[in-house]
């Protein structure tokens, strides 16, 4: 026991977490192993890995964020990761290699289409073995899985008809939900519809919404009571001065504290 603690409080980089209320929660060592053992899930959320792009060392980076959520799973156990689109760049006979990679995570993942999948749902389904929206359950958690574009690249809303069927259905248990497109105007990539705002507030089991897209972003924004939390990026040539991904856990108490990984620093660790 106290040689696990003494590595955990190692490996720990913060000692507060910052509240989405404005305020601090400061952690002394005993509340940070206690935390540890009260996570009933734990996941990890990249996105953008942009496999392809021209002038970039996409095979490196994409390689480093397999290898660096592996490493982190070692330590502290992932139930899933989560691809949350922009796989490929507009190259659609990329997608496999992308697939070769993402094989060598050592936890189950799911992926998401984004804008620059150019690809069909049936060049998609041949790749993943399942459909551009689908769900998941882990660990009694339903995982919604949505793609916001087409083949064209286009930024959609999501199939609002399908998700409302989704959203009923799980009523009764904690959703993620994984849209790679905002859908709020809150940055120069997102779009604007209402619909969709309109539709997500009446279902607060909605635990969190995860969007990729816009690298620069690496935050939470909400919309009513329900949490956007955008992952920063893993690959491309923009963005936040890192690549890194999302760590999202939940706790016995049904609470929720994440954070971004920098790729290998904790950072903007948020409860709620």
Request: aromatic share 10%; hydrophobic share 35%.
């Amino acid at each position: 026991m106290t040689s696990s603690r003494r590595k955990f409080l190692k490996g720990f980089t913060l000692t507060s977490a910052c509240l989405l209320t404005g305020g601090f929660e400061v952690l002394t060592a005993e509340d940070i192993l206690s935390a540890k053992e009260k996570v009933v899930l734990r996941f990890a959320v990249g996105s953008d890995a942009h496999y392809g792009q021209p002038n970039t060392e996409f095979n490196k980076t994409l390689r480093d964020f397999v290898l660096n959520v592996n490493n982190f799973h070692k330590g502290s156990k992932l139930d899933a990761c989560v691809v949350n689109g922009d796989l490929i760049h507009d190259k659609k006979e990329l997608l496999t290699e992308v697939k070769q990679n993402l094989d060598k995570l050592s936890m189950p993942y799911y992926v998401t289409q984004g804008n620059h999948d150019h690809v069909t749902p049936e060049y998609w389904k041949d790749t993943w073995t399942v459909a551009m929206d689908y769900d998941a359950i882990v660990k009694g958690n339903v995982f919604l899985m949505m793609t916001t574009s087409n083949e064209k690249g286009e930024s959609l809303s999501p199939d609002l008809i399908w998700m409302k069927k989704k959203l009923d259905e799980h009523k009764q248990k904690n959703v993620f939900l994984f849209l790679h497109i905002a859908q709020q105007k809150w940055t120069s990539g997102s779009i604007s519809n209402p619909a969709y705002a309109e539709l997500i507030k009446n279902y607060p089991n909605v635990k969190g919404v995860f969007h990729g897209h816009d690298h620069d972003q690496d935050g939470v924004k909400m919309l009513g009571t329900i949490p956007h939390l955008f992952d920063s990026h893993i690959g491309g040539n923009w963005g936040t001065d890192y690549k890194g991904y999302r760590i999202v856990e939940l706790m016995k108490d049904n609470s929720v504290r994440t954070y971004i990984m920098n790729p290998v620093k904790e950072i903007n660790t948020a409860t709620y």
